[in-house]
């Protein structure tokens, strides 16, 4: 971790009506870290994501990467400048290939890539994501976890600095969140910068440098994550009493 801040969330406030999905929630990524964001269900992480990704605009607040103001950019413009992100349900382009859908993030990516060119480098993403096989089968024959690491994959087309994870191993069985959970650190030591939004306590108190937690959209706590799933705040608000003192292989789910 070179310790610097990559991207910095300053009091943001995302209002949709009179629910205010974030509430002044201020936090740093710092470059090269795996930074994990938990909450109990509707405490604003996905919309953390959206709003860091250019789909939401913020009722207030900034946002700085590598220092420059991006608040309000849209989503294509920030791809291009190095922030990428996963979609929490999997949102492929359902009529074309496994290929093609990673292609297209290659052609349209950072640099730019002829067809030719993006269609060899997508069947390196995809055979890094382990779907080798499947390059040539329209998306709608993948299943669930395919379908997750095909996200992945669209996502490291885009070639991104940050790279935002909407719970990529919900709903996968344990021998496949142990292959996500490989991918992800090896996505780390390409020397990607990762938010990694996770039920799975475990995978996060595992994977993760620092965590933060959200509740009512508010940053309530963050560091370590030894710090953190000790924190009695977090335990009242997420994490529940019978979390204190269990391991991450004890404790798979927290509630939410
Ligand atoms: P999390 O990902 O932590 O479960 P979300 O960010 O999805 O939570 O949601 C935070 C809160 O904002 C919830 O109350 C949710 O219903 C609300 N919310 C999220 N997106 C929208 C939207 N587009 N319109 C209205 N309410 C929304
Ligand atoms: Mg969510």
Known sequence: MSGSVLLACEQITMAFGGLLALNQASLAIYE????????????GKTTLINVISGQYRPTAGRILFQGADVTGLRPNRLA????ARTYQVPRPFHSSTVLDNVALAWMFGRR??????AQELARETLAFAGLAEKVH????????HERKFLELARALALEP????????LAGLNPSEVQLG????????QQGITLVFVEHNVGAVTELSHRMVVLNYGQNIAQGPPEQVVNDPAVIAAYLGEDYR????????HAAG
């Open 32 to 43: 090269g870290e795996i930074l994990g964001l938990v909450g109990p269900n509707g405490s």
């Open 80 to 83: 291009h400048i190095g922030i």
């Open 112 to 117: 730019g890539h002829s067809r030719r060119e």
């Open 137 to 144: 089968l329209p998306v709608s024959k993948l299943n669930l």
């Open 161 to 168: 600095k940050l790279l935002l994870l909407d719970e990529v």
């Open 181 to 188: 959970m490989a991918l992800i650190r090896q996505i780390h």
């Open 245 to 252: 003192g269990a391991s991450s292989q004890e404790v798979g």
